[in-house]
């Protein structure tokens, strides 16, 4: 059978560690095979990028809650989560996380479904599901209905954690609002836990810690805040290199110099840019419901009657791109948060977040002529 080759030429690669000049990236099969210098001949077409593209490992996002129109907690389904992922494709997100909003058990059930199905159908970027809620604190609930928010009982150990080996659980939570032992036990059985939407104190994070938990979601939107003499959770996320962190780099979320001082703080190896993006992304539509409230775009922001935010009107793209205008990362950091970080977190480094031979010519491209305009 005939080896599918295929290659490009980029002015500029980033290959998860830096950003090199004037590279042809030559793929066998779907498989990196070989990194050359632009002058040489591969035996095979190559497709030239323009002068401004970087060529990148493929943009993983870890919380995603809908695009294209969809949102998954209206979509608990193979197409719903496929139509997500092929919206947010089109910004240079190749790996995501779709993401359920604070719902009942037997949405929680629907949608680790929906992420097994989608994968063992192959559908291109879903890596597993975000359960975000419900055992989240009531006092930082955001747009998640209280109605929602739920105690977890034992058997919900064995609900979160039933998408298993089949591909990678999120699960945001709380750290106040749940038993001791209860970080502990999803963490044996797989599952990534992030505290968010929580009031946690340092000392109950430093607990949570010590049962497994590993990192915080849209850091500074609906947790406890830095102080002087209470660090909460973003005080954690600041101050403990065990954690990672994601972030909203829209500008409406963060204000720049508080993303600069976590930036500097946490560094690209930690702090990951997500979206938090909703079914506007990758959609003509301007508004949408959510739990019975209309969102709608305005002025960039996503929000609800009352002006409150609800969720992000945010491509990777565009994430990278502020990152690096506003936030203090450079283009080569910009981009690791949102490929070789997310990667890690995930613990999937052995097979995403670079450019290397060997590994999968799943890339993206990120045009950087909007910087020069800026």
């Given at each position: 059978?005939?080896?599918?080759?295929?290659?490009?030429?980029?002015?500029?690669?980033?290959?998860?560690?830096?950003?090199?000049?004037?590279?042809?990236?030559?793929?066998?099969?779907?498989?990196?095979?070989?990194?050359?210098?632009?002058?040489?001949?591969?035996?095979?077409?190559?497709?030239?990028?323009?002068?401004?593209?970087?060529?990148?490992?493929?943009?993983?996002?870890?919380?995603?809650?809908?695009?294209?129109?969809?949102?998954?907690?209206?979509?608990?389904?193979?197409?719903?989560?496929?139509?997500?992922?092929?919206?947010?494709?089109?910004?240079?997100?190749?790996?995501?996380?779709?993401?359920?909003?604070?719902?009942?058990?037997?949405?929680?059930?629907?949608?680790?479904?929906?992420?097994?199905?989608?994968?063992?159908?192959?559908?291109?970027?879903?890596?597993?599901?975000?359960?975000?809620?419900?055992?989240?604190?009531?006092?930082?609930?955001?747009?998640?209905?209280?109605?929602?928010?739920?105690r977890p009982e034992p058997s919900d150990i064995d609900l979160?954690?039933?998408?298993?080996?089949?591909?990678?659980?999120?699960?945001?939570?709380?750290?106040?609002?749940?038993?001791?032992?209860?970080?502990?036990?999803?963490?044996?059985?797989?599952?990534?836990?992030?505290?968010?939407?929580?009031?946690?104190?340092?000392?109950?994070?430093?607990?949570?810690?010590?049962?497994?938990?590993?990192?915080?979601?849209?850091?500074?939107?609906?947790?406890?805040?830095?102080?002087?003499?209470?660090?909460?959770?973003?005080?954690?996320?600041?101050?403990?290199?065990?954690?990672?962190?994601?972030?909203?780099?829209?500008?409406?979320?963060?204000?720049?110099?508080?993303?600069?001082?976590?930036?500097?703080?946490?560094?690209?190896?930690?702090?990951?840019?997500?979206?938090?993006?909703?079914?506007?992304?990758?959609?003509?539509?301007?508004?949408?419901?959510?739990?019975?409230?209309?969102?709608?775009?305005?002025?960039?922001?996503?929000?609800?009657?009352?002006?409150?935010?609800?969720?992000?009107?945010?491509?990777?793209?565009?994430?990278?791109?502020?990152?690096?205008?506003?936030?203090?990362?450079?283009?080569?950091?910009?981009?690791?948060?949102?490929?070789?970080?997310?990667?890690?977190?995930?613990?999937?480094?052995?097979?995403?977040?670079?450019?290397?031979?060997?590994?999968?010519?799943?890339?993206?491209?990120?045009?950087?002529?909007?910087?020069?305009?800026?």
């Amino acid at each position: 059978m005939a080896v599918a080759r295929q290659a490009w030429r980029a002015r500029h690669l980033f290959d998860g560690a830096q950003i090199l000049s004037d590279r042809i990236v030559v793929a066998e099969d779907g498989i990196v095979s070989a990194i050359l210098p632009a002058d040489a001949a591969p035996d095979c077409a190559v497709e030239d990028l323009p002068d401004d593209a970087v060529l990148s490992p493929g943009f993983i996002d870890i919380q995603v809650n809908g695009g294209g129109g969809v949102m998954l907690n209206d979509s608990l389904t193979v197409e719903g989560v496929a139509a997500i992922c092929a919206a947010h494709a089109r910004f240079g997100t190749r790996f995501l996380l779709p993401t359920l909003i604070s719902a009942s058990r037997a949405d929680i059930a629907r949608a680790i479904a929906a992420a097994r199905e989608a994968i063992a159908q192959g559908v291109p970027g879903v890596l597993g599901v975000h359960l975000e809620g419900p055992f989240i604190n009531p006092e930082r609930n955001g747009a998640h209905p209280l109605a929602n928010l739920l105690r977890p009982e034992p058997s919900d150990i064995d609900l979160l954690a039933s998408l298993g080996p089949a591909g990678v659980t999120l699960v945001t939570l709380a750290p106040e609002r749940v038993p001791e032992g209860f970080i502990r036990a999803l963490v044996d059985r797989g599952v990534r836990v992030c505290a968010g939407h929580s009031n946690a104190t340092a000392a109950e994070m430093a607990r949570a810690r010590a049962e497994g938990l590993s990192g915080v979601t849209h850091l500074f939107n609906a947790m406890s805040q830095l102080g002087s003499r209470e660090p909460g959770v973003v005080g954690a996320a600041m101050s403990d290199l065990g954690l990672a962190a994601g972030i909203i780099a829209d500008g409406h979320h963060v204000a720049w110099p508080s993303f600069q001082a976590a930036f500097r703080a946490i560094g690209p190896q930690r702090m990951m840019l997500v979206t938090d993006a909703m079914a506007t992304i990758g959609s003509p539509r301007d508004a949408f419901e959510l739990f019975g409230e209309t969102i709608r775009v305005s002025e960039g922001r996503l929000v609800n009657a009352e002006g409150r935010l609800a969720g992000a009107h945010l491509d990777m793209n565009a994430a990278i791109l502020n990152a690096h205008r506003h936030g203090g990362a450079t283009l080569a950091e910009a981009l690791a948060m949102a490929s070789t970080a997310p990667a890690a977190y995930l613990g999937l480094s052995g097979s995403h977040g670079r450019i290397a031979p060997g590994r999968k010519a799943i890339f993206s491209v990120l045009r950087t002529a909007a910087l020069s305009s800026a």
